[in-house]
């Protein structure tokens, strides 16, 4: 169990796109954001969710802190790594049904002499399953303040190690750690595949 860093779970969305909370959608009769729980949980100590509407998870007994800046994924790091007391957080989103505990003990792993560590997949960055350190936190603060909200425009900032696709694929046993819920159709498409995989 890594004491070091913080797991932060954001929990924000408005589900605008899908309606119903994505969070607690059943993906083999689990709510989604159990999922996620239960693998940050497996390796780490200490577990937040940032986010309003606390009452949604009062029934988890973790700590639930509302947005210092509201209305983006940025927002929700920054007071992840705000509120949080070890010098790292790995951040992950509610809505990560096939989340990978290797790759996320994977990606902690490396995380010495670095300020982000970020997997890769098609070139692009995971900014949203990837640790971030407390240095990250001025940076954050100063893209709020300019109202940039794109992650990984602080990154040039900061130490970065990317992670790239290859060096994770043995990692991620379904090949869909990254794949998230955004709206019915996507939710409707991951139910006729788990019923396929059967």
Do not use: W
């Not at 100590?45 to 509302?66: A, H, M, N, S, W």
């Not at 790091?77 to 007391?85: P, Q, R």
């Not at 010495?112 to 603060?141: H, I, Q, W």
Request: aromatic share 10%; with cysteine; proline share 8%.
């Amino acid at each position: 169990m890594k004491d070091d860093v913080t797991g932060v779970i954001l929990v924000g969305g408005k589900s605008s796109r899908m309606g119903p909370d994505k969070a607690f959608l059943p993906i083999g009769g689990v709510p989604i954001f159990e999922k996620v729980l239960e693998v940050l949980k497996r390796h780490l100590e200490k577990v937040i969710l940032i986010g309003d509407r606390p009452e949604r998870f009062t029934r988890y007994g973790l700590p639930v802190y509302p947005d210092l800046h509201t209305g983006s994924a940025l927002g929700g790091l920054y007071t992840g790594l705000h509120v949080s007391e070890t010098p790292y957080i790995f951040a992950a989103p509610c809505d990560l049904p096939f989340a990978s505990a290797d790759l996320l003990q994977y990606v902690i792993s490396l995380r010495e002499g670095y300020d982000v560590v970020v997997p890769m997949t098609g070139g692009d960055p995971e900014p949203l399953f990837a640790l971030y350190s407390k240095d990250c936190l001025n940076p954050m603060r100063e893209l709020l303040a300019a109202g940039n909200f794109r992650i990984f425009d602080f990154y040039p900032r900061v130490r970065v190690r990317r992670v790239p696709e290859s060096e994770l694929r043995h990692l991620d046993g379904t090949g869909k750690a990254f794949r998230n819920v955004n709206t019915p159709e996507e939710y409707e498409r991951l139910l006729r595949e788990e019923k396929n995989d059967r």
